[in-house]
């Protein structure tokens, strides 16, 4: 019985283990370089006490790119990565439609931080 119930264990905490599907985005993926805006007034910014967003624009061929992604991982969880460095994480990949994405934060400081990342 214990070997039952080990070996259910050790199924459960492999299948959560599972690596996501992951989409990497950089500089060269990208339209024109990450900007920072702070004149946003769309009520989301308000709401939420954002002060600046980081839109991120795929070139042509990455957003074909995204597109192949989305559909081969249609509805299950996926990781958005900038940089190799995850920043959405478990979203279902239908989530995602035009390949464009937009990052709110509390401070401008805070975008242009983020903007210089993804622009290395």
């Known amino acids: ?41 769309d009520s989301l910014v308000y709401a939420q006490n954002l002060k600046a967003m980081v839109s991120l624009v795929l070139s042509a061929n990455a957003k074909q790119d995204f597109q192949k992604f989305v559909r081969e991982n249609a509805n299950q969880p996926v990781q958005i990565l900038v940089n190799s460095r995850v920043v959405l994480n478990e979203y279902s990949a239908s989530e995602f439609g035009t390949g464009d994405f937009y990052f709110y934060f509390a401070t401008r400081e805070q975008a242009q931080a983020f903007a210089d990342f993804v622009n290395k």
């Open 1 to 41: 019985m214990k070997l039952v119930g080990l070996s259910l264990f050790l199924a459960l905490f492999a299948s959560g283990c599972a690596e996501m599907p992951q989409y990497t985005i950089t500089a060269a993926a990208l339209a024109k370089p990450a900007e920072v805006v702070t004149n946003r007034t």
